[in-house]
């Protein structure tokens, strides 16, 4: 049962392009009353492109305990909202999972505007076998974590997508070259944005080239292959 008139709109947002935004998401972003956005300012440079006026408010792993009370009194009210991270799609490795539990546990509706995500972006490109796959969201900083959660990834018949920040991959990237030197993996840097970079090759020769490299700078999406999927025959 749903109740209340207000409605909760989940709404993608670009993860580097600022023209990668739907015609529907600029629509609903303008109509809605409040925007939960996880950095105003972050949230200020989309809305100066686009001409966004609609007022906003910070929802972020700090606040959201009380940021969802107020967000169920507004809903209750009869306000709508729309929720956005800083990249891509709330919820995925970002804010948002409370409100829009809440929202639904209450019986509010909350209605997805969708659009870019990174993980979906990289897959894309991949030109891996994706009928199905497993994302297992950030790689573990400490090392045995590490290790373990990329042995995982390892021994999957699926093919596996994570996130990666620039400080860390040399060090996942040497871990997957010594586990499984001939693993196809792919690897996207900086999608849809200036430098953007797209490599599908071994893990040994992936790790070689950024090992090689003399600064690693960007923001990562990593694609290991299934078990079985070398680089010379990734089919
Ligand atoms: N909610 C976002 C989404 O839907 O993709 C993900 C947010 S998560 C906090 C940020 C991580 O996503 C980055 O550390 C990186 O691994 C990945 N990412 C975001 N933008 C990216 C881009 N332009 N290129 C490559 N990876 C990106």
Known sequence: MTKGTGI????????????????RALKTLAEVDLILCE???????????????TKCKSYHQHNEEGRTQEALSLLESGVNLA???????????????????EALEQGFIVSPIPGVSAL??????SGLPLHEFQFLGFVPVKSGRRASFLKRALDSNMTTVVYE??????????????EEPERTIFIARELTKKFEECIRDSALSI????KNRQSIKGE?????????????NSE
């Open 39 to 53: 950095d105003t300012r972050h949230w200020r440079k989309l809305a100066e492109r686009h001409n966004l006026s």
């Open 83 to 101: 929720l956005v991270s800083d990249a891509g799609t709330p919820c995925i490795s970002d804010p948002g999972y409370r409100v829009v539990n």
């Open 120 to 125: 979906i972006a990289a897959l894309s490109a």
């Open 207 to 210: 790790f070689d080239d950024f």
């Open 8 to 23: 909760l709109y989940v709404v993608a947002t670009p993860i580097g392009n600022l023209g990668d935004i739907s015609q």
């Open 165 to 178: 920040s620039p400080y860390r991959i040399l060090k996942t990237l040497d871990v997957l070259a010594t």
């Open 220 to 232: 990562f999406v990593l694609i290991i292959s299934g078990l079985g999927k070398k680089a010379s």
